[in-house]
């Protein structure tokens, strides 16, 4: 087993995100994934930490639109407090490709941005592409076989970035770069999403892939961010139909209620017969957690690594939410635990 980080992935740290008329402070810390590390050597672990390997953005542009990939670089030429934080969003049926629209201010109009819990500067490029690096890399041990169990420690997180946007705390998708590798070069991939809230963006990128089944349990929309999308009838489209399964679940639920929701989630996909399976953790649904409403406890995240495990494939773990900072090391260490046990 290996735990993939990156130094750089520090460097993107916005101050603030709007959340419901009021200017908060960010609570998608910098130091996140820097605190499961310190973790792994607090526990004499350091053997398993491995630094991550850069890669072209040819990677990253398989799955993401170039031109938006492309933006996000342009934006390290900002001044140093100068930052992309859009409260305009030109709605796609008047804008539907940029090239055809190139007067688009896009440093202030949120052209790919979907909400207003983000924020781009001139650092956040280097640190969100080196969160996927962080992704590619576990993936890459996977692919040549060096390795079975790997957890990736991303940050910023993934999952609510799709193919043309960006927005909850996330730029590029980490895991859908990563799951995309894997189908390419490894055979049929199943991401499993336990962060609290629907991946809106890994379930636009795959929605008509049959080759990435997307299975996400989350808080349900209808009550919770990103409120439009992580519906049980959204099943995915043309060849991709059936490889989408949304589980949307009620708030307050603990883990009695959610182990039987993950055995079932499990067991489709085993169905779909994949050979590697990609897990978007997000440690939002801890009981202590300041956004997510679900109860799990600390013990329950080594459950859901041996879960998992029940697929019988090679696991890349993707780092997503987690917003309870003084437990985030103890619950990253629940996980770890079970992922060793799977060796
Ligand atoms: N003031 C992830 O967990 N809205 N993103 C929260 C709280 C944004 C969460 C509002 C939630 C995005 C990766
Ligand atoms: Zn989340």
């Given at each position: ?272 017969h994949p050979q590697a399976l990609v897990i ?64």
């Amino acid at each position: 087993m290996k735990i993939i980080y990156s130094e750089k992935e520090k460097l993107h740290r916005p101050e603030h995100e709007w959340s419901y008329g009021k200017l908060l402070p960010y609570a998608e810390k910098n130091t996140r994934a820097e605190i499961i590390k310190k973790g792994i050597i607090k526990d004499g672990m350091k053997n398993i930490l491995m630094e991550a390997n850069e890669y072209p953005l040819d990677y990253l542009k398989a799955v993401i639109n170039p031109e938006m990939v492309d933006f996000v670089k342009s934006c390290e030429e900002l001044e140093p407090k100068e930052s992309v934080f859009p409260h305009v969003f030109p709605y796609r049926d008047f804008t539907p490709e940029f090239t055809e629209h190139p007067r688009i201010n896009l440093k202030k109009a949120g052209y790919y941005c979907f909400d207003v819990g983000i924020e781009i500067d001139k650092d956040t490029f280097e640190a969100a592409k080196a969160s996927t690096d962080v992704a590619l890399t576990g993936a890459g041990l996977i692919i040549n076989k060096q390795e079975k169990i790997v957890f990736s420690l991303c940050r910023p997180p993934g999952h609510h970035a799709g193919y043309s946007f960006f927005g909850g705390y996330c730029i590029f998708n980490n895991a859908a770069v990563a799951a995309h590798q894997l189908s390419m070069h490894y055979g049929p991939v199943a991401i499993l999403d336990v962060d609290f809230h629907h991946g809106n963006g890994t379930q636009d990128i795959f929605y008509e892939q049959p080759n990435v089944l997307y299975v996400s349990l989350h808080g349900d929309p209808s009550q919770f961010y990103p409120f439009f999308s992580g519906f049980d009838d959204e099943k995915g489209e043309k060849l991709g139909r059936g490889t989408n399964i949304n589980i949307p679940l009620p708030s307050g639920i603990g883990d009695y209620e959610y182990r039987e929701n993950l055995k079932y989630a499990v067991k489709q996909i085993k169905k779909f017969h994949p050979q590697a399976l990609v897990i978007s953790i997000g440690f939002d649904t801890f009981e202590k957690d300041p956004i997510g409403e679900f109860k799990l406890t600390t013990a329950f995240y080594k459950e859901i690594a041996l879960i998992a495990g029940e697929v019988g494939v090679p696991i890349l773990a993707v780092l997503e939410g987690g917003y309870d900072i003084a437990d985030l090391q103890k619950n990253g260490k629940s996980f770890i635990m079970g992922l060793k046990e799977l060796e």
